[in-house]
């Protein structure tokens, strides 16, 4: 399915804010809208590599919402892996990493969400990449009636000391989420995330996948840490989640 690409201006209440909507060319049949996909990026930003995942979504029938996170440091910033042997460029992106709490990022997706034309009582379902997952787990668990269903790849950040880390919630969860992970991560391995794993064991509607040998980012044709294998794995299963979400 051909997909366009644009962009729309939004004031959040940190500045204006980038959001790219990615949708099919043509209108369903019928009418009305595509349904919807928040798209929450990862660390190195809204680079090509995103953008083509953004497409592979929207091909599929989707109206896919990417809100630009990095907008408190500057606009569309992005890192490619070439940049990131550089002085200076991990502690760089760690920057823009802290300058967002959990609290912005769900303030920047509703906003994307309102700028894109999504009404508030609009049911959507949510995908995220590394911090992005976080970021999708917080969407369902603040808003489970409006979200449907959340999509994991290579997560971080799911299980901290902090009082509201996610795995003290995660046994409470109510919509399907799926989490791939890499079995040989090196970023955010998954004894890190070994608590949050253990809350959603019991849940039907949580499917966690480990791949053997998969590092982290397996996500990206063409970066280091691709894995096929994994990537096309994890898309089929998030492609069936969010089909079966919306049915």
């Known amino acids: 399915m051909e997909t366009m690409e644009h962009t729309v201006e939004a004031a959040t209440n940190d500045g204006d804010m980038v959001v790219v909507v ?4 043509n209108a369903p049949e019928g ?5 919807t996909v928040l798209y929450f990026i990862d660390a190195p930003g809204l680079r ?9 979504l929207a091909s599929n029938g989707y109206r896919v919402v990417t809100p630009d996170l990095h907008h408190r440091i ?16 991990r502690d760089e992106v760690m920057g823009w990493i802290g300058a967002m709490t959990d609290g912005q990022i769900q303030h920047d997706g509703a906003v994307a969400l309102e700028a894109a034309g999504v009404s508030n009582e609009t049911p ?10 976080r970021a999708v787990y917080r969407a369902i668990e603040q808003n489970p009636e ?6 994991c790849f290579h997560p971080s950040f799911m299980a901290d000391d902090n009082p509201d880390s996610p795995h003290l919630s ?6 399907p989420m799926y989490l791939g992970i890499g079995e040989a991560d090196k970023v955010q391995s998954i004894a890190m995330h070994q608590r949050f794993l253990d809350a959603v ?9 480990t791949f053997p040998g998969v590092d982290h980012g397996f996500t990206w044709p063409g970066y280091p840490g691709y894995d096929e294998t994994a990537a096309e794995t994890s898309w089929t299963k998030s492609l069936e989640m969010f089909a079966a979400a919306f049915s």
């Open 74 to 89: 500057g606009r569309l910033l992005f890192k490619e892996p070439k940049d990131m042997g550089a002085p200076g460029a």
């Open 146 to 151: 409006r979200v449907l269903a959340g999509a």
């Open 31 to 35: 009418g009305g809208d595509w349904p």
């Open 170 to 175: 995660a046994g409470e969860l109510t919509r």
């Open 201 to 209: 064991a019991p849940l039907d509607h949580v499917e966690v996948m």
């Open 22 to 25: 990615t949708e099919p060319v």
């Open 48 to 56: 090509p590599a995103t953008r083509d995942s953004m497409a592979r």
């Open 124 to 133: 959507y379902v949510a995908i995220g990449f590394c911090l992005g997952t």
